[in-house]
């Protein structure tokens, strides 16, 4: 009985919001915002993907925001799973395809996560999702060597470091009298790793975070513990 | 000057990023971090407010004016809030020792920096995301505890507030296909226009039961008694206390600035009143104080409701004096909670091996009551005479249920007090007494002095106050703040 | 082309449908992990909704590629919130995962309401009161016959 | 500064509270205390000119709070309220002295709490009396409510009990008044009395109905109104004794006294009699007067069945309160006279009562009706207090009772309510019925063989009982005295002034000069007196020479009829009330119990998410079709 | 074009959806969590069509690369990992079990 009105209930709340979302002017975006962003990103903020400059210029505290989201709940899964000592590694040792595999990868994926950490500014991707394959490349041996200890101290060094970084840059731009995360150094030049001034430094800061975070996490929810 | 509000934004989430670190290397510096930082935040607040000029300001975020970037906007209203906020966060600060404390007193101060987020921000989706890292810190800060109960009222509240952020993103998905803006100033600004129909309603309600969850609404309140009584009392008061008020807050800036239809206050005010309902009527039978707290706090948020959903600018005052009355009232009576706990039959004839405490409660729950010259009575007496206003008689239906609610708290409260103060004390209570005892007395009785000086300067609280609402219900004034110059100026 | 079966009609009825099919998933399981899941696809729900919200006819992605001219281009804002929105919905993702692991080593069960019984009884034991009403007895009265071991795998344990 | 008188009496008042406070637990506190009473009743007579004209004395401090101003006055009506209430608390603080206080604390008793309340209670009842405004009126109510809690809590067991009772009704009450006040406060757009004696003429008469509901119901849950009145006597009777003389002289007619000011002063009783109650003939007015006479019936017809000394008294009181409301409702000249003069009778009656009682209790240890008796031998005085006490009560000549009943009764017949005059007399019977009862149990039949040591009450008690018998004979005697300060009462919240003269009333209605009562009453004692003792037949016998049946007692045997009084008249109308209203009072506990329940079980299923479905569902629907 | 855009639209969303039913359906959690990838993959997708190529690339990363293996490492500490009931390695993944402490 429950279920069948659970979903009535779900389906009736759908329908009825898309009764009221398809009255929307779809693929006719007022663009009130979108637009004055796309006309004067560049000057302001020096990046050819404007994305890129509203993640971290325009709307950079929401940036902020996300990281002490993800720094949170890193730290309650810490705090929720690590609390007693535990023995890093997996359950498991790797196979032969993943130990080798994970061996040649790490590199591969290092580069990568920079690469598209650097080039965020520039064309599609950036901190977060270079962030993620930095977790991965750090996670991958993790799963394939049952020993390997993930420095957990190293880790929170980064994650510490990298979100104090991007605090500060903004601080910075407040102490020379500009407003709280302006970006600054911008060059007037198109499409060059460096125009962008502190654009790259912040998604490094961003990336470097949400890597060490994730694969935190996820070294966290791998390990077993010892007292299980 | 202005500019260095932001600071109470920043510097709790500097602090939280290199707590941790900075704890492994020397504990003694550790420890220090965080009251110093919030104690900073104070000051600055405090200083604002003692030597600002009396208009609001809007502080832009990364130097883009604000329509197109984020912007803090700074009322009264909100360095009020931003400083309960900072000034809480301090009181209950998480001093515990143990192998966890860098990350619990990290997650504390990423709560203290949202949560003056909240306060303070501008913007609808930045709200969101302030709103999802409280929502989160609080998680961890609640499952911290570690008990296994705790970890289930966790979830449970993890996945309500879960569902609570899905609707809210799409009342905000909405908003914007509707109106291409995010910015609460140019939302107020193309409202009368663009988001007075079924559209706007339909994203207000979404945001109302999204944000809701946090501010006790009613039927997506149900996380509130499991979690109160499993989570750390210090805890508890600082949620019950002052993230649901800020919640509140929000839901009453979208209404002021942006929302006018009457279908949109009718809903709170139902929902009010059945929470109101509910709340006190649960609290009657509740067996553990805790428990007790928490229904009470939900009754009470109910009552919060119905005067959000009143019209003008004495609605806003009662909004926020029985927020700030809640708030302190609350505060202390969690901390009493935590000085004593458990089960409402261990507390007979408390009154005789803590006498303070005791006559603590029952200030307390005089001014909960509303006993004349407390507080409690002035912002009461404000609801209801502007309910009784009204010509709708659902506001007529919320002054009964208001009135009838009362009551039974003056039952279930003086039930309590009673018991307190019977010649009986039995031997558990002496075993029991816990050893965090008097710290928790201490800001109890903290909170019953601002309790006693409130009583004392309810005159002029009552004139900033009314300052306070004025400003606050000004539309024009935020859009004219905010959007200083047209749309593009910038280019 | 079947008329009124628009490129509008059919993205929004997916981003609700994800929405729906999420929020019925949170009602109806029973098993606290399935609910997590139906989580996740609600909140990809919305996310495809704001990303819809800035979404135009004949334009191409927000990245600039010539100083001068510029052709159309979709609004990147809501573009950047879901950024942010995914990112949050991972985060909370891993917390709930994290809390889940710990009720499964405290509890045995990931039942929703066998768990939320255990709670309470726990809560109670703990602020030392006796319980007056269970989950079998919801007012005390007529108490439904309490759940068998057969209906708790039927109707939870559909691992 | 100027202080004026009032100022000087609150100023008191909160000195004499900070005394009790402070030094409470000192050996003379209550001897302090009581000297203390005394120099407000000497302040009150310095304003003596308010009980005979219709000024005004204002307190020099005001508020200006939230946009409402608070002021406190005093006038004609708070004078003579005020009076009664700090005479009864000086005899009854008096009375508390010495040998009571000691045996009090020797049975665990806080004295300094006893104190402190008691001094909180006049304090906070003056502060009541002078407000100016409504708003004030509403502080000081709940700030009685407050006080009175505790006073009737300190006991603990039993009396905390009742105290949680009464707090729960007074919790009710103010409600109600709160929510009328609000909406005076809406129709005036103030709550100054000048403003709402304005607005009254303009109200609706629903809206009228509303607020004649909520403040009645409001004020009279603490005068102890029919359906509101069942926490009244066992609160009272719980109080530990002085207490219980003070609680039952004065506390529940503040409730009177807010009625008199709200009802009959600000909305006046024409008004009130304007409103019809559809489809049957009579009004508002009426109403009042129907609870007024349910209200003398009822409790004093279950006061009989009270096997406490106490309980019965308090009952009682609830019964008189329904007189002083019905003269007041009938609102002539010689009904509210009754009505208010009832007041200042009451209260002397019955704290003289309550203090005899007390004697008792602190003599032999208890108040059971069924374990006393004939302690008029080892308790003379007490008895004779007792006894003037009684015959105050039941309303008989030559006590002050008579009189005030007597104008109310006269008054019914004036105004031609001969159905209401019918039940007030029951009313009088039941007393009389149930005062015989207490004083024969009590005093009469023999001494039990525990009580043969008892002494009888210290002089510490014995003074202001004489005091208060001696008062009440004399206004027996000298109706005037008091008339004199009705009268301006009257005029004070516009009902017609009574005509007095020092011995009762003159006027084309209806006469009565108690003097000349008085002296036929006693000629015709002598008359008796002379005829008996010239007769010479009367013969001396010992307490205990008794026989029953024609077989003599053994002196060993103490007989007394006490157990199940009235037994017959009980069975005749006992099925006709019998706890009706704690039933009713029970069913709405249940509910509360029931929704509780419900409530409860709401926020513990544990389907959140359904809940948060459905709600969305619902609203979104609403906002939709 | 418009055309073929609303083709591929339907086929995606239809994918999608249906994946997002299967987690809800489906008696295996690994299947579950496999469809939840799913979900996230035509979200991708959408994403590439709707121009939205950061979008696109995060949700790719994180939902269904991240987010997946976070689950399935829950899954596994759960103790819901199992085919067919009983439990089962997978044999590119893993050589040696220890014991599984919380099946």
Redesign the interface.
């Known amino acids: 009985m429950?279920?069948l009105t659970?979903?009535l209930?779900?389906?009736g709340?759908?329908?009825m919001?898309?009764s009221i979302?398809?009255n929307?002017d779809?693929?006719?975006?007022t663009?009130l915002?979108?637009?004055a962003?796309?006309?004067n990103?560049?000057q302001k903020t020096g990046a050819?993907?404007?994305?890129t400059?509203?993640?971290l210029g325009?709307?950079g505290i929401?940036?902020l925001?996300?990281l002490s989201?993800?720094f949170?709940?890193?730290a309650?899964?810490g705090l929720?799973?690590g609390r007693r000592h535990t023995t890093a590694g997996t359950q498991t040792a790797g196979g032969f395809v993943l130990r080798h595999g994970g061996s040649m990868l790490f590199p591969l994926l290092m580069t990568i996560g920079f690469y598209i950490i650097f080039h965020g500014h520039?064309?599609?991707g950036g901190g977060?999702q270079g962030g993620v394959i930095l977790a991965a490349a750090f996670f991958l041996p993790l799963l394939a060597r049952p020993g390997a200890q993930l420095h957990h101290g190293t880790l929170s060094l980064i994650e510490g470091l990298a979100g104090a970084s991007f605090v500060l840059i903004g601080l910075i731009a407040l102490q020379q009298g500009k407003a709280f995360l302006q970006p600054m150094l911008i060059q007037d030049t198109?499409g060059v790793l460096l125009s962008a001034g502190t654009l790259p430094l912040l998604y490094l800061a961003v990336g470097l975070k949400?890597g060490a975070e994730l694969a935190s996490?996820l070294s966290?929810?791998a390990q077993t513990e010892s007292d299980? | 000057m202005n500019e260095h509000l932001v600071l109470t934004i920043a510097l709790p989430l500097l602090g939280a990023f290199l707590l941790p670190i900075i704890m492994r290397s020397s504990l003694a510096m550790g420890v220090w971090i965080g009251p110093v930082i919030l104690g900073y935040g104070c000051w600055i607040l405090a200083n604002l407010w003692l030597h600002g000029n009396e208009q609001p300001f809007s502080i832009a975020i990364g130097g883009f004016a604000p329509p197109l970037g984020i912007n803090l906007y700074v009322d009264a209203m909100a360095l009020l809030f931003a400083f309960a906020t900072q000034l809480l966060g301090l009181i209950f600060w998480p001093f515990r020792l143990d192998q966890d404390t860098p990350k619990r007193q990290a997650l504390m101060l990423l709560l203290v920096a949202s949560s003056t987020g909240l306060a303070l921000s501008g913007d609808l989706?930045n709200l969101y995301?302030f709103y999802?890292l409280v929502?989160?810190s609080t998680?961890?800060l609640i499952?911290a505890s570690s008990?296994?109960?705790a970890?289930?009222?966790?979830?449970?509240y993890?996945?309500l507030s879960?569902?609570g952020?899905?609707l809210t993103?799409?009342g905000?998905?909405?908003i914007?296909?509707q109106t291409?803006t995010?910015n609460l100033a140019h939302l107020a600004q193309l409202a009368p226009d663009q988001l007075n129909n079924d559209l706007g309603l339909a994203a207000f309600l979404a945001i109302l039961i999204g944000i809701g969850v946090k501010a006790e609404l009613f039927p997506v309140n149900t996380w509130v008694p499991?979690v109160y009584?499993?989570a750390a009392s210090r805890l508890s008061a600082f949620l019950a206390g002052l993230v649901s008020k800020l919640s509140m807050l929000i839901i009453l800036r979208l209404l002021l600035l942006i929302f006018h239809q009457p279908e949109a206050t009718q809903v709170i005010l139902i929902l009010g009143i059945l929470g109101v309902i509910s709340g006190e009527f649960a609290a009657w039978?509740a067996?553990?104080?805790?428990?007790m707290l928490a229904f009470s706090s939900i009754g009470q948020l109910g009552v919060i409701f119905i005067a959000v959903a009143l019209p003008d600018e004495r609605g806003v005052l009662a909004v926020l004096a029985l927020s700030l009355h809640h708030m302190l009232i609350k505060s202390g009576l969690f901390m009493l909670a935590d000085h004593w706990?458990?089960?409402?039959?261990?507390l007979r004839g408390i009154a005789t091996t803590s006498p303070l405490a005791a006559g603590l409660f029952v200030l307390f729950a005089l001014s909960l009551v509303g006993m004349p010259p407390l507080p409690g009575f002035w912002a009461k007496f404000t609801l209801i005479t502007e309910l009784a206003g009204q010509t709708d008689p659902l506001y007529m239906i919320g002054l009964l249920v208001f009135l009838l609610a009362t009551v039974i708290e003056a039952s279930y409260l003086f039930r309590v007090a009673a018991k307190m103060y019977q010649t009986k004390p039995t031997d558990i209570v002496r075993s029991n007494s816990p050893d965090s005892g008097s710290l928790s007395l201490t800001t109890a009785s903290l909170f019953g002095a601002g309790l006693i000086a409130a009583t004392v300067m309810v005159s002029p609280l009552g004139d900033g106050l009314q300052a306070i609402a004025v400003q606050a219900q000004d539309v024009d004034l935020y859009i004219q703040t905010v959007l200083q110059q047209p749309l593009g100026e910038g280019q | 082309?079947i008329p009124g079966?628009?490129?509008?009609?059919?993205?929004?009825?997916?981003?609700?449908?994800?929405?729906?099919?999420?929020?019925?998933?949170?009602?109806?399981?029973h098993h606290?992990?399935?609910?997590?899941?139906?989580?996740?696809?609600?909140?990809?729900?919305?996310?495809?909704?704001?990303?819809?919200?800035?979404?135009?006819?004949d334009?191409?992605?927000?990245?600039?590629?010539?100083?001068g001219e510029?052709p159309q281009?979709?609004?990147?804002?809501?573009?950047?919130?879901?950024?942010?929105?995914?990112?949050?919905?991972?985060?909370?993702?891993?917390?709930?995962?994290?809390?889940?692991?710990?009720?499964?080593?405290?509890?045995h069960t990931?039942d929703?309401?066998e768990?939320?019984e255990?709670?309470?009884a726990?809560?109670?034991a703990?602020?030392?009161?006796?319980r007056?009403?269970s989950?079998e007895a919801?007012?005390?009265e007529r108490p439904i016959p309490p759940i068998t071991d057969d209906a708790v795998q039927v109707r939870g344990g559909?691992? | 500064m100027t202080f004026t008188p009032l100022d000087e009496l609150l100023l008191f008042s909160g000195a004499t509270l900070l005394v009790a406070l402070i030094l409470g637990r000192g050996l003379a506190a209550g001897w302090m205390v009581t000297i203390l009473y005394g120099g407000q009743l000497l302040t009150l007579i310095k304003m003596a000119a308010l009980g005979y004209s219709d000024t005004i004395i204002h307190a020099s401090i005001s508020f200006e709070i939230m946009g409402q101003s608070l002021s406190w006055r005093f006038d004609a009506l708070s004078w003579f309220f005020a009076l009664i209430t700090v005479a009864s608390a000086l005899l009854s603080s008096w009375f508390s002295c010495g040998e009571w206080e000691r045996s009090f604390k020797q049975q665990g008793g806080n004295v300094w709490l006893y104190h402190s309340a008691m001094a909180l209670n006049v304090f906070t009842m003056l502060i009541l009396l002078a407000s100016g405004d409504l708003l004030s009126l509403f502080i000081g109510w709940e700030l009685v409510s407050w006080a009175g809690f505790l006073l009737m809590a300190m006991a603990g067991g039993v009396a905390t009990r009742a105290a949680m009772r009464y707090i729960t009704y007074a919790m009710a009450g103010g409600m109600a008044v709160f929510g009328g006040i609000a909406l005076v406060y809406v129709a005036a757009g103030s709550l100054q009395y000048e403003a709402i004696l304005t607005a009254v003429d303009q109200m609706s008469s629903t809206q009228l109905w509303m607020l004649v509901v909520m403040f009645g119901g409001g004020f009279g849950v603490k005068m102890g109104l029919l359906p509101f009145h069942l926490w009244q006597a066992p609160a009272y009777a719980e109080t530990p004794g002085p207490g219980s003389a003070f609680l039952g002289a004065i506390s529940s007619r503040m409730g009177l006294f807010a009625i008199l000011l709200v009802l009959v002063k600000l909305f006046g009783i024409v008004n009130i009699d304007s409103l019809k109650i559809p489809f049957t003939l009579i009004d508002a007015r009426d109403l009042l007067a129907w609870i007024a006479v349910f209200t003398i019936i009822l409790p004093t017809f279950t006061a009989m069945k009270q096997n406490d000394a106490r309980h019965l008294l308090a009952w009682h009181g609830i019964g008189q309160g329904g007189y002083m409301l019905l003269g007041v409702v009938v609102a002539d000249a010689m009904g509210g006279a009754g009505g208010l003069l009832h007041v200042f009778n009451h209260a002397t009656y019955q704290a003289a009562l309550f203090m005899a009682v007390t004697a008792v209790i602190h003599r032999t240890g208890t108040s059971d009706l069924n374990k006393l008796g004939g302690l008029v031998v080892r308790m003379p005085l007490s008895f004779m207090v007792l006894l003037v006490g009684i015959i105050g009560l039941a309303g008989l000549p030559p006590m002050n009772g008579f009189v005030s009943k007597w104008l109310v009764y006269r008054s019914l017949l004036n105004e031609g309510m001969p159905l209401l005059f019918l039940a007030a007399v029951i009313g009088t019977l039941g007393t009389i019925l149930s005062v015989y009862k207490l004083i024969h149990n009590i005093f009469l039949g023999q001494l039990r063989i525990e009580h043969e040591q008892v002494k009888e009450a210290p002089w510490s008690m014995m003074i202001p009982m004489l005091i208060l018998a001696a008062i009440i004979f004399i206004t027996g005697l000298f109706p005037g005295i008091p008339l004199a300060w009705v009268a301006s009462v009257q005029e004070v919240i516009g009902l017609p002034a009574t005509d007095y003269t020092l011995g009762g009333v003159e006027s084309v209605s209806g006469s009565l000069d108690m003097i000349w009562v008085i002296g036929v009453l006693f000629a015709g004692f002598g008359i008796g007196a002379v005829i008996f003792y010239s007769a010479g037949r009367s013969k001396r016998v010992h307490q205990l020479d008794n026989y029953a049946g024609g077989h003599f007692l053994s002196a060993d045997v103490r007989y007394q009829y006490s157990d199940n009084f009235y037994a017959g008249l009980m069975h005749l109308i006992g099925g006709w009330y019998r706890s009706s209203f704690l039933w009713l009072e029970k069913s709405v506990t249940s509910l509360v119990d029931f929704f509780s329940?419900?409530m409860?079980?709401l926020y513990?299923?544990?389907?959140a998410?359904?809940y948060l479905?459905s709600t969305a569902l619902f609203v979104i629907a609403w906002v939709v079709i | 074009m418009?055309?073929l855009?609303?083709w591929i639209?339907?086929l995606?969303?239809l994918m999608?959806?249906s994946a997002?039913?299967l987690?809800?359906l489906v008696?295996?959690?690994i299947a579950?969590?496999a469809a939840?990838s799913v979900?996230?993959l035509g979200?991708a997708l959408?994403?590439v069509l709707?121009?939205?190529?950061?979008?696109a690339m995060?949700?790719a990363a994180?939902?269904a690369g991240?987010?997946s293996l976070?689950?399935a490492?829950?899954?596994k500490?759960?103790?819901?990992w199992?085919i067919d009931g009983k439990t089962t390695r997978s044999s590119l993944l893993v050589t040696n079990t220890r014991r599984e402490k919380?099946a």
């Open positions: 429950r279920n659970g979903l209930f779900a389906g709340l759908g329908f919001l898309l979302a398809i929307l779809f693929g006719t975006p663009m915002i979108g637009g962003i796309q006309s990103a560049l050819t993907n404007i994305v400059s509203v993640v325009y709307r929401d940036t925001g996300e989201i993800l949170a709940a890193a309650s899964a929720i799973l520039l064309s599609p977060f198109l949400v996490l966290h929810l299980a | 989706f995301v999802e929502a989160v998680f961890g499952a008990s296994s109960a970890y289930v009222a966790t979830i449970r993890l996945i879960g569902i952020s899905v993103l799409f905000i998905a909405l914007y296909a291409g995010l499991e009584a499993t039978r067996k553990d104080m805790r428990r706990g458990g089960s409402l039959e261990r | 082309m079966f628009t490129l509008e009609l059919i993205l929004y009825s997916t981003a609700l449908g994800l929405v729906s099919i999420g929020l019925a998933g949170l009602v109806l399981s606290l992990f399935r609910i997590v899941l139906a989580l996740v696809i609600a909140e990809a729900g919305a996310n495809l909704m704001l990303v819809l919200a800035g979404y135009r006819w334009a191409v992605a927000p990245i600039l590629t010539t100083l510029q281009m979709v609004d990147p804002v809501p573009q950047a919130m879901v950024l942010t929105a995914i990112v949050i919905g991972v985060g909370i993702q891993a917390l709930a995962v994290s809390i889940l692991i710990r009720i499964r080593q405290r509890y990931l929703r309401n768990v939320a255990l709670m309470d726990e809560i109670a703990t602020a030392g009161t006796a007056d009403v989950q919801p007012l005390g559909r691992s | 329940l419900v409860q079980g513990r299923r544990a389907n998410e359904f479905l | 418009v055309d855009e609303i639209a339907l995606l969303g999608t959806l997002a039913i987690v809800l008696k295996n959690h579950a969590v939840a979900v996230s979200l959408l994403f709707m121009r939205a190529p950061d979008v995060t949700e994180v939902g991240l987010s976070i689950l490492l829950a899954v500490r759960l103790g819901l199992r919380d």
